[in-house]
């Protein structure tokens, strides 16, 4: 993002690709706490997109979704202003990246940073759970269900080579075989403590960056450490502490490649004292 480019946020409450479903009171809490606004940058609201009821299968509810949610984010984009798109859960990163893809237009390709303790990239014949948001970033290089493989566009958003994950520790074999087989750079937090948390960062942005177009960052709290931040409905131990993944994104002030970012996973009934909502506020921040 440029450095005085205008925020709107775009709340997604929802819970329908979650186990847990309180994340869907994710962004009315975190709108009202105010946690987007800072010294200078004004977050503004767009709207908050809610799942419709009776739309059918979860599949088909969160493909509906998240076809709207792609509508807004381009949209935004078109207006000369970042998108910040504020789950709920993580599914709703295919309407996210789904939407900067179809912006772009064909001006190159889209390079994605996730910051996640999981990989999310199982497939309905790989998935322990059925729980769709363990399943976006597979469904964005083009493996999964065709509703959400080809939303908005019949072609994969990502390509392997310019996604990196990072802060991974809760993973399954079908999801960790696929990546592999793909080629894609999984950085996990033995590697992180082993190298330093701003090196592996500079390591994804090289990655998302190289022959992009731009890239974008999709941040699921669950990367932090539930002891520190307990309000995610899928705590993995072991996680980053929040002000060093606060200092690590200062590399990304400010940087024009930026096209957008998310927010995930927030669960205010699995809270404690704002703490987690507040780290979601300081995360937004540094980045911006
Ligand atoms: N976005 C998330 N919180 N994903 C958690 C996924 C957990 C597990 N791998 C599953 O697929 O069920």
Known sequence: MKATQPVKVIGVASGVGAQDRG?????????????????????????VLRPKAGAGSAVSVDAE??????????????????????GGDHSCAIGTWSGVHRWLDGRGPLGLIWIDAHMDSHTFATTPSGALHGMPLAALMGYG???????????????PEHVCLLGVRSFEEGEAALLHRLGVRVIGMQEIRARGL????????SIARNGTAGFGVSLDLDVLDPAEEPGVGSPAPGGL????LEQALHQLHGDPALLAMEIVEYNPHRDRDHLTARAA????????
Do not use: N, Y
Not at 281 to 288: E, M, T
């Open 23 to 47: 994340c869907e009171d994710g962004p009315s809490i975190l709108r009202e706490l105010e946690v987007f606004r800072g010294a200078d940058v004004t977050a503004v609201w767009g709207g």
């Open 65 to 86: 979704l998240c076809t709207r949610l792609a509508k807004q984010v381009r949209h935004t984009l078109d207006e000369g202003r970042f998108p910040l798109v504020v």
């Open 145 to 159: 269900e065709h509703e959400l493989t080809e939303l908005v566009e019949h072609v994969p958003k990502l390509k």
């Open 198 to 205: 701003a090196e592996v960062l500079a390591e994804a942005m």
């Open 241 to 244: 502490h929040c002000h060093e």
């Open 281 to 288: 506020g300081a995360l937004f921040r540094a980045v911006l």
